[in-house]
């Protein structure tokens, strides 16, 4: 069955650096990757969606890259702020089921000190 | 727009006891899903639906049922509950099955069975 690791339970960073998530699976390449950003006590919120046909998307000061050869896709906030603290998820689909089923990573949370 | 709805938000069972969960949601999707989330264990999948009247088990299904009478409704139920269940409930919704698009997710239930 698929599994998905993201990089370290926590990352810590000092405001305005790049934070790197990473996200690496085993088994089949997905059609599509998702990231999703959740709050503590809050249900997750969808951030970017990349297909395995790009290398590459950005939404402002986001920035995701998908590697299907290495199976792993990363995850940038340029200009980090103490607002982008939370737990990040990464998740991918399952081809060909058309349930939009989705598998979760455990997260990555990630901590932007002033 | 409410998006995803789910009551109640808390909830503390003794074992041997039953209850159901509540998803409503008011934009139209088709697909519904119930996931729980536990600590390092990321969103695990228990049931979903494609639509009114379908359902259909997920990764950790046991000890859990689901209806969708309703197309906006999606409920889960535990007819006895097991401390093992004690976790935090997320129901999500979509619009489309192939993976493409976003989950939309509400605000959690957190369950607590002694």
């Known amino acids: 069955s698929q599994k998905i690791e993201q990089n370290s339970e926590a990352l810590n960073i000092q405001e305005g650096k790049t934070a790197t998530l990473t996200c690496n699976y085993t088994n089949y390449s997905p059609a599509y990757l998702q990231w999703y950003r959740q709050d503590p006590g809050r249900g997750p919120v969808f951030l970017l969606l990349?297909?395995?046909?790009?290398k590459e998307k950005r939404k402002e000061r986001l920035k995701v890259t998908f590697d299907t050869t290495l199976k792993q896709s990363l995850f940038h906030i340029t200009a980090s702020q103490p607002a982008d603290s939370a737990t990040y998820l990464c998740a991918l689909d399952i081809p060909q089921s058309n349930t939009g089923k989705l598998i979760f990573g455990q997260g990555t949370t990630l901590q932007v000190k002033p | 727009n409410a998006g995803v709805t789910q009551t109640p938000k808390f909830r503390v069972l003794k074992t041997g006891q039953s209850m159901t969960l509540l998803c409503a949601q008011d934009m139209n999707h088709e697909y519904m899903y119930w996931y729980r989330q536990d600590p390092g264990m990321g969103l695990r999948l228990i049931h979903y639906s494609v639509g009114e009247g379908t359902t259909a088990k997920g990764e950790v299904p046991d000890g859990y049922n689901v209806s969708r009478l309703k197309k906006q409704n999606f409920l889960l139920g535990l007819e006895s509950a097991a401390p093992s269940q004690t976790s935090v409930y997320f129901c999500?919704?979509?619009?489309?099955?192939?993976?493409?698009?976003?989950?939309?997710f509400g605000e959690g239930s957190r369950l607590t069975v002694l």
């Open positions: 990349i297909r395995e046909n790009e």
């Open positions: 999500a919704s979509s619009w489309g099955g192939t993976g493409n698009g976003e989950l939309f």
